[in-house]
């Protein structure tokens, strides 16, 4: 059975949303986002996501219940492994998946991540360390960076 509450994160509202107990999506709200009262499994969601914000969380360990390509599956996973306060390229990353001739396909795969900040799409920037494309935003891709101490001070 599905559940989905509201996150109030720094720069504003994610929705969560959980199946028996298996993280599947954090993302950017929307008005038409069907959502209640956090469960006791979105209760601890959100506080591995108030460890985070607050500076006292590096990982996550949630259990997760991810839906894509075999493909996305795999960049998702190689995501997982990008530590705290790192950034990759997108040419880093497909060379990591084992083909640098993937990097448009691993872009894409990047922002079809459906679990944002647990899967640390947002510390992939582009080949000339600027930062690009973020699916939760490019001010929240700014703050995430900012706290992880991995933005360089001329992208401030």
């Given at each position: 059975m599905q559940h989905a509450a509201t996150y109030k994160a720094p720069w504003g509202n994610l929705?969560?949303?959980?199946?028996?107990?298996?993280?599947?999506?954090?993302?950017?709200?929307?008005?038409?986002?069907?959502?209640?009262?956090?469960?006791?499994?979105?209760?601890?969601v959100f506080l591995q996501l108030d460890e985070?914000?607050?500076g006292k969380r590096q990982t996550f360990d949630l259990p997760l219940e991810l839906q894509g390509t075999e493909f996305q599956l795999?960049?998702?996973?190689?995501?997982?492994?990008?530590?705290?306060?790192?950034?990759?390229?997108?040419n880093q990353l497909a060379t990591a998946y084992g083909n640098p001739k993937t990097i448009r396909a691993?872009?894409?795969?990047?922002?079809?991540?459906?679990i944002l900040i647990v899967?640390?799409?947002?510390?992939?920037?582009?080949?000339?360390?600027?930062?690009?494309?973020?699916?939760?935003?490019?001010?929240?891709?700014?703050?995430?960076?900012?706290l992880e101490g991995a933005l360089p001070p001329e992208l401030f």
């Open positions: 929705y969560v949303q959980e199946s028996n107990g298996h993280l599947q999506q954090i993302r950017t709200f929307s008005d038409t986002d069907l959502v209640s009262e956090p469960n006791p499994f979105l209760t601890a985070y914000f607050a795999q960049v998702w996973e190689l995501l997982k492994h990008i530590p705290y306060g790192k950034t990759l390229s997108y691993v872009a894409a795969a990047n922002g079809a991540n459906p899967i640390p799409c947002h510390r992939v920037i582009g080949s000339n360390g600027q930062l690009v494309g973020y699916a939760g935003g490019m001010t929240a891709k700014r703050q995430l960076l900012l």
